[in-house]
């Protein structure tokens, strides 16, 4: 299965190449100019000229996602919690969850900046607020997912509600948890660069916007591939730490695929 | 049941009602009375849907009769969850704990420490057939194995009464006819009452001491038999006339 999985993981990298490959071709036969589009070559020299900026401007944006996903972390646990626990939390909180979804955060970010001006709070607020709601909603399922008998034969031993979410409604919601953060943590680095890019002194969104409005366009591409790079790590090692978290998931995964 | 011994468990009348909208009630239970003595195994069966599982519920503490009594040596007990230790037809062994540590649930559950609940269960092992698949996960384990594991989790719980509802439903013929084997070997080795739903006539008559057979649902008693047959009881036992004469007797018990 593992082995599979990282054979699997050429056929993308080799249509990758491919698409490099044709642009690369497209610019040159075209002769296009490259603050409308540059070729992948100098995208990628222009990107390593200035690798000092844009590596600080990453570890920005980094920290902001981090802190902001932590943020959404907190908030999306104590909400899934008192949710499970209460049926008043769950007819109350749940339909403002789903509005809370509504709001365009391309109208709020600008506002956040007025609000709370131009350091890391406005752009922790932006990550927290696109992703705490995936993952408030997969922790809610994930406890509701709880097989019922389950729950019985827990309280048949005499286990109260506290008992009994520790010992079976949280290890039920775990698989679904961490499906919902990988949902989560992709939309936070786009929470950060969109937040920043609205106004910030330092991180790939702002950087992306300076050297947009200076005609860079190759360093705009060489920081959105920086970007990307950044979420696939991220995205992966979400799978690391569900490793080390829920490893009898993975190993039961693995056991029915086989059979 | 002899005068001098208190019943282990007694069901005085139980009777149970569930609202449905509009004040109309529907009566599941109806005056249910029975009783299991201290070291047998009475079986109740009924046609499915008949109220069974919440007769359970309702000696399981999970539930709360509408009327009648609960005794447990002599004492009432309706709503207590301490004196029966329940096994659910599915396994339910939780897919992120070891065997034994599924075991030792129950265990924990009555506040015993981990590693003394670890302890405990893994002397029970060897006669459950699980020597070996202490530190293993429930995905590694034949169904067979597992309904083991989760009758270890029951029976280490050490209450007064069993409660297996369906314990070898979910299994095939052959897996079934081994496991109630089994049962029986390790049955005459220990001192455990138990009460067993099934809905399958020959395990009853092989496995208990006396039958209960319910009606269709609102469910009350319709018959009680005593199984006198000598054990431990095997495939030789199914050939013996007073076999047939029971399975016959039950049969018809359950199509009238």
């Known amino acids: 299965m593992r082995a599979r999985s990282w054979a699997n993981l050429w056929v993308p ?21 490259p603050q409308v589009l540059p070729a992948p070559s100098r995208v990628a020299e222009s990107g390593w000229e200035h690798r000092a900026a844009i590596v600080d401007h990453a570890a920005a944006t980094l920290s902001v996602t981090a802190v902001g996903f932590g ?73 509701a997912h709880t097989d019922r008998e389950a729950s019985a034969l827990l309280r048949s031993m005499g286990a109260g509600r506290i008992r009994e979410f520790l010992l079976v409604r949280l290890p039920s919601a775990l ?71 829920i490893p009898w998931h993975l190993k039961e995964r693995r056991a029915a695929n086989e059979r | 049941m002899s005068a001098e011994t208190a019943p282990r468990l007694e069901l005085d009348e139980i009777t149970r009602e569930f609202q449905l909208r509009r004040g ?35 000696i399981a503490g ?37 065997i034994a540590e599924n075991a030792a649930l129950g265990l924990e559950v009555q506040g015993i420490k981990r590693r003394a609940a670890q302890q405990q269960v893994r002397e029970w092992f060897p006669r459950f057939g699980l020597s070996g698949f202490e530190d293993a996960l429930p995905f590694e384990l034949s169904g067979g194995m597992r309904q083991r594991a989760a009758l270890l989790r029951t029976v280490v719980q050490q209450q007064q009464t069993l409660l297996l509802d369906e314990p070898f439903g979910a299994l095939d013929a052959l897996t079934k006819q081994e496991l109630q084997a089994w049962l029986q070997q390790v049955w005459i080795e220990h001192d455990w009452t ?33 199984v006198a047959l000598p054990r431990p009881r095997g495939i030789e036992t199914i050939a013996h006339p007073e076999f047939a004469r029971l399975e016959r007797t039950l049969l018809e018990a359950l199509s009238s």
């Open chain 1, 13 to 33: 990298l080799v249509f990758l190449t491919v698409l490099v490959a044709v642009w690369e071709a497209a610019v040159h036969l075209t002769g296009a100019r």
């Open chain 1, 71 to 143: 943020v959404s972390l907190v908030c999306a646990w104590i909400i899934a919690i008192a949710i499970d626990f209460s049926p008043l939390m769950r007819r109350g909180l749940i339909p403002l969850l789903v509005a809370s979804q509504t709001i365009p955060v391309i109208a709020i970010a600008p506002l956040m900046i007025i609000w709370f001006g131009f350091g890391l709070l406005p752009k922790i607020l932006v990550v927290a607020l696109v992703t705490f709601f995936p993952i408030t909603i997969g922790l809610v399922e994930g406890f």
């Open chain 1, 175 to 245: 698989p679904l948890f961490f499906t919902s953060l990988r949902i989560g943590i992709t939309y936070a680095v786009i929470g950060a660069i969109f937040a920043e890019y609205v106004g910030a002194k330092e991180g790939l969104g702002i950087y992306m916007s300076v050297q947009k409005n200076a005609f860079r366009t190759d360093l705009v591409l060489a920081a959105v591939a920086v970007t990307a790079l950044v979420s696939i790590t991220l995205y992966l090692s979400t799978y690391l730490i569900e490793r080390l978290v």
């Open chain 2, 24 to 58: 109309q009630t529907r009566r599941v239970l109806d005056a249910v009375s029975l009783h299991v003595s201290p070291g047998e195994l009475v079986s109740i069966i009924g046609p499915s849907g008949c109220g069974k599982s919440t007769l359970f519920n309702i």
């Open chain 2, 62 to 98: 999970l539930d709360q009769a509408t009327s009648g009594s609960i005794r447990v040596d002599g004492r009432e007990a309706a709503g207590s969850c301490n004196h029966a230790a329940y096994m659910p037809q599915k396994d339910l062994l939780f897919p992120w704990r070891s």
């Open chain 2, 194 to 226: 138990a009460l067993l739903i099934t809905h399958d006539v020959r395990e009853a008559i092989l496995l208990s001491d006396r039958v209960v057979v319910l009606t269709p649902r609102p469910a009350s008693v319709r018959m009680v038999i005593d």
